[in-house]
């Protein structure tokens, strides 16, 4: 069965460094997500993403925070410098086209430590 | 504000016992309702999606009924085992200009005594 991929599975980084999470969603999907998970506490969607373009954003999402598809397989999350605060699991997630039957099928997640 | 709660945070049940998960959820005008569970340190796995139009979704043990005019899901475990043990995520779907986004309880942490 198709799935979503996402790597590193855990990635270590010094506070004010910047790092790119990665994503492959599944093949046919055009609706792509990303959502954080700080320990403890609710998965947030941050940012979701069609046509080559950002569809809608929170308000976590601010400039730290880019998303691009650089190809016609990965969907990539960059923090440009990151906080301690940013340390969670970021999830990807991908839909085949919309409707209410569709789903978000979600990656197994890149956990975040800022160190 | 979009809110999704579940009650309750955390439950123990003994093995064989059936058991329901409550979730409830402040805007009404949903898109549709999904049942995850999420291992520890894992990802999130669907379970059940029941659309707006849907009362309830079966599959397996696993029951899922909504009632979107009072706010409300349960999702309905019969005859648990250990490995049902996880945390239940309730995540309410809503419609935005070209797409829906997903609002997220906090989960009932679930452990299943053998």
Known sequence: ?115 | KQEVTQIPAALSVPEGENLVLNCSFTDSAIYNLQWFRQDPGKGLTSLLLIQSSQREQTSGRLNASLDKSSGRSTLYIAASQPGDSATYLCAVSYLLNRDDKIIFGKGTRLHILP
């Open chain 1, 1 to 115: 069965e198709p799935e979503v991929t996402q790597t590193p599975s855990h990635q270590v980084t010094q506070m004010g460094q910047e790092v790119i999470l990665r994503c492959v969603p599944i093949s046919n999907h055009l609706y792509f997500y990303w959502y954080r998970q700080i320990l403890g506490q609710k998965v947030e969607f941050l940012v979701s993403f069609y046509n080559n373009e950002i569809s809608e954003k929170s308000e976590i999402f601010d400039d730290q925070f880019s998303v691009e598809r650089p190809d016609g397989s990965n969907f990539t999350l960059k923090i440009r410098s990151t906080k301690l605060e940013d340390s969670a699991m970021y999830f990807c997630a991908s839909k085949q086209w919309g409707g209410p039957t569709d789903t978000q099928y979600f990656g197994p997640g890149t956990r975040l430590t800022v160190l």
